[in-house]
């Protein structure tokens, strides 16, 4: 069974930084594509970043230039690095792992705060 444990948020001042760790275990077929989601109250969940196993990237408009996803070697850690946080960010993060049969796993979420 297919384990996802996230870690990194927290509550960070306007103009900070955080990043955001995600690592998987148990899966038996590789992942293909990694990617962040996030969700803020009363809106809809929206793309961050996603990465594949190529390492192309690709990031939503608002955090372009701000924010920076990576992952490791073994493509069972995905990482997002947030620099210049607005209050805009302030969200649930949450992490995706897609395997080459399409299936796809989320880790449970970790509450990103950007406040004064």
């Known amino acids: 069974q297919v384990q996802i444990v996230e870690s990194g948020g927290g509550l960070v001042q306007p103009g900070g930084s955080l990043r955001l760790s995600c690592a998987a275990s148990?899966?038996?077929?590789?992942?293909?594509?990694m990617a962040w989601y996030r969700q803020a109250p009363g809106k809809e969940r929206e793309l961050v970043a996603n990465?594949?196993?190529?390492?192309?990237?690709n990031y939503g408009d608002s955090v372009k230039g701000r924010f920076t996803i990576s992952r490791d070697k073994a493509n069972r850690a995905v990482y997002l690095q947030m620099n210049s946080l607005n209050s805009e960010d302030t969200a649930i993060y949450l992490c995706?792992?897609?395997?080459?049969?399409?299936?796809?796993?989320w880790g449970q979420g970790t509450q990103v705060t950007v406040s004064s």
């Open positions: 995706y792992f897609l395997d080459r049969l399409g299936h796809a796993y």
């Open positions: 990465i594949t196993i190529t390492r192309n990237t």
């Open positions: 148990g899966n038996r077929l590789p992942f293909y594509a």
